[in-house]
């Protein structure tokens, strides 16, 4: 009965959402949250992600083809959530809406994935972006330079702290520190930076040009130039699922391109997160749908024409077969010589210091937000003299810190040789099937709230309702099933923590006492 009383309580109360959250200051205009948006997206993805993307599609229109499919679901999806956070504009974001939608279950569950994978995950593995790309400038920051050598946990994985890990854990200690010094700090080396790494992607795509490879790769853009084989996720699936490739007809090019979103979704992810920090906008109900427009829109346009910057400037097998997958670095070599490796490594620095600040930033809002309802630690619900939650901003730190200690632990079955990784392709894959089924969820909450309250106060309403969110539900979904086939090693851990959060749900609110603490 408590529960009813809670749910009951927080659905009468969250469309009818102050104007600003008890203690946060509203300073961020328009420009700041776009540059929320746009920084939180572009980290070092669009960087790396293109080699594989080339690899599966096999062909120089399919590479082109995916990120385009890319911007059409985030876009769609962004313009989705401007009607949801025009209604609530408060700190939290994605968790309200889940939470005003159907539960306060869903609410958490999201918050809780967030927590232990999302934005904790995504920030780790651009932490060690930012360390890797240091080491192309400082050589001794390398992933097997040692501080302490790897402790074996199991046989798959294993705890070390490398001189790449060590500047990756001291990049999360800077900006979390700094984001508890206020807001006016935090969105000053937001503003800064993602300005920086604009210019800097602009300034890319104005310079590749190559004839050749401009005649290799646009004379045919469909012909298969090796596309990968595909195989089943796992082995109970082998004898009901094909293996296949782009190039064995349509069901092998929708695999392709559904495997191929892993990585460009990835890229393009933290579009949301401006939506967490919407207690502290000005005018939101106006300038987070605003941003969230502009931002994805700009972000998808740069990255569809850095892709024509790549293909204009070298063949698709050397895309493919890109050192490491450091396409933009191989451009950047082929436009400035021997210089441009160091270049690029320290366009990426920039580019994945100021997402990590906007990634680190917001997350803690969403902490923030639960704590306020009763279902995390009190003490996170507490801002500092600085008017931002600077506990939750300590406990995410720690929490990604720790993340990026864990390896994962590769044994070569010929010569036993043992090699190590970061968990920084499992995180990719567990962070793009889980944001997947709460961007379906939440999207699918504009339905369900138009039909519970269809005389709530919507200052701005979904563009294209209700085919464009229906778009984005139908293609979200067809991308999560391909997943579930063909990369169930790495999709299922993602389902299974979600799932994990209900007893952790259960227990959160009988401590809550059947009332939110935000009430």
Known sequence: MSDIRREASMESS????????SGFVRSMGLFDSTTMVVGSMIGSGIFIVSADIARQTGSSGGLLLA????????????????ELAAM??????????????????????????????????????????????LGVLAPSISPVAWIIPPIQLSAKYALS??????????LIVFLTVANTRGLRLGKLIQNIFTSAKTLALVLGVLFGRNSSAIEANFSNLWLNQGSLDIQPGADFLRGLVPVVSAATGAFGLLVAFGVAQVGSLFSADAWNNITFTAGEVK????????????GTGIVIALYVLANVAYLMTLPLAQIQSAPDDRVATAVVSAIFGPAGAGLMAAAIMISTFGCNNGLILAGARVYYAMARDGLFFRSIGQLNSKH???????LQG??????????????????????????????????????????VLTIFGLFVLRRKRPDAPRPYRAFGYPLVPALYIVLAMLIMLVLI?????????????VLLGVPVYWVWSRRAGGRPASE
């Open 14 to 21: 969250a469309v009818a959402a102050p104007p600003a959250d």
């Open 283 to 294: 005018n939101p109900q106006r300038n987070v749908p605003l941003s969230l427009a502009l």
């Open 67 to 82: 990120w385009i499919i890319t911007g059409v679901l985030t876009v769609a999806a962004a313009l989705s959530y401007g």
């Open 398 to 439: 720690l929490w990604a810190s720790l993340l990026v200690l864990a390896r994962t632990r590769v044994v070569n079955p010929q010569s036993q040789e043992v090699s190590y990784g970061n968990l920084y392709g499992d995180l990719l894959d567990y962070v793009v099937f889980a944001v997947l089924i709460f961007y």
């Open 388 to 394: 931002v939650p600077a506990k939750a901003l300590a």
């Open 485 to 497: 086939l063909y990369k169930t090693q790495t999709t299922w851990p993602g389902l299974l923590i």
């Open 88 to 133: 609530m504009p408060k700190a939290g974001g994605q968790y309200v809406y889940l939470r005003e939608s159907y539960s306060p279950l869903w609410g958490f569950l999201y918050g809780w994935t967030l927590f232990l994978v999302i934005q904790t995950g995504t920030i780790a593995a651009v932490a060690v972006a930012f360390a890797r790309f």
């Open 161 to 170: 702290l490398s001189w790449q890990q060590f500047v990756a854990i001291l």
